[in-house]
Nanobody, 129 residues
Framework: QVQLVESGGGLVQTGDSLTLSCKAS?????IAWFRQAPGKEREGISC????????YLANSVRGRSTISRDNDKDTVSLRMDSVTPEDTAVYYC?????????????????????????WGQGTQVTVSS
């Protein structure tokens, strides 16, 4: 089992940058960020593999976001630039001990919440217009 704690959410303005952090305790390979806005399905937006360090960013955040891992602190961070109200959602950190996020495969497929066994409580991000 993996314990995950998110931080960094809050109220920001359109065009701002924000950094979300996920502190992980326990064994995992894939660790990812999902978000869920009211009335919408949970959307996988980023993933990083502990095994080889490969990263994935969904089209909705690609080009303006960076996912990184601090091995010393066992923390995964997601930086998002140029946020808009479309980014308003609850952001969740998720992890799985066996899952591998294949960047090539994910170009044509969506990340599934069903593939992740451990979840954080979520952190609210609200972007004002």
């Amino acid at each position: 089992q993996v314990q995950l704690v998110e931080s960094g959410g809050g109220l920001v303005q359109t065009g701002d940058s924000l950094t979300l952090s996920c502190k992980a305790s326990g064994f995992y390979n894939a660790i990812a960020w999902f978000r869920q806005a009211p009335g919408k399905e949970r959307e996988g937006i980023s993933c990083i593999n502990r095994s080889d360090g490969t990263k994935y960013l969904a089209n909705s955040v690609r080009g303006r976001s960076t996912i990184s891992r601090d091995n010393d602190k066992d923390t995964v961070s997601l930086r998002m630039d140029s946020v808009t109200p479309e980014d308003t959602a609850v952001y969740y950190c998720a992890a799985d001990s066996m899952l591998y996020c294949d960047n090539d495969w994910l170009q044509d497929h969506k990340m599934s919440p069903k593939d992740f066994t451990s979840w954080g409580q979520g952190t609210q991000v609200t972007v004002s217009s």
